[in-house]
């Protein structure tokens, strides 16, 4: 079992910026990439980025060029730097991590945390 514990969101203007933190523990030896996505009100949630252990990143194309996805395999953490943000960036932003053990891959998540982009 893995445990993410999120942080980092709130209200800001459009333009500005938020980095949000996710902090795993718990089973993490099996942790094979860790990311972030987001559920809008009224719509489904979505992939905005993730980042395996060797070092490749995804990006949903709505955010390239603002956001920024890192990690510290230390801290056993995962990081997303948001510059740049707009109205439609607002919803509600999810840890994830995927895990592989012994073939068996999991997906957990976080508990959510909330972004709001005012105009």
């Known amino acids: 079992q893995v445990h993410l514990v999120e942080s980092g969101g709130g209200l800001v203007q459009a333009g500005g910026s938020l980095r949000l933190s996710c902090a795993a523990s718990g089973s993490i030896f099996g942790l094979v990439a860790m990311g972030w996505y987001r559920q809008a009100p009224g719509k489904q949630r979505e992939l905005v980025s993730t980042?395996?252990?060797?070092?490749?990143?995804t990006y949903a194309d709505s955010v390239k060029g603002r956001f920024t996805i890192s990690r510290d395999n230390a801290k056993n953490a995962v990081y997303l730097q948001m510059n740049s943000l707009k109205p439609e960036d607002t919803a509600l932003y999810f840890c994830?991590?995927?895990?592989?053990?012994?073939?068996?891959?999991?997906?957990?998540w976080g508990q959510g945390t909330q972004v709001t982009v005012s105009s």
């Open positions: 980042t395996t252990n060797g070092g490749t990143t």
């Open positions: 994830n991590a995927e895990a592989d053990y012994s073939g068996h891959g999991v997906y957990y």
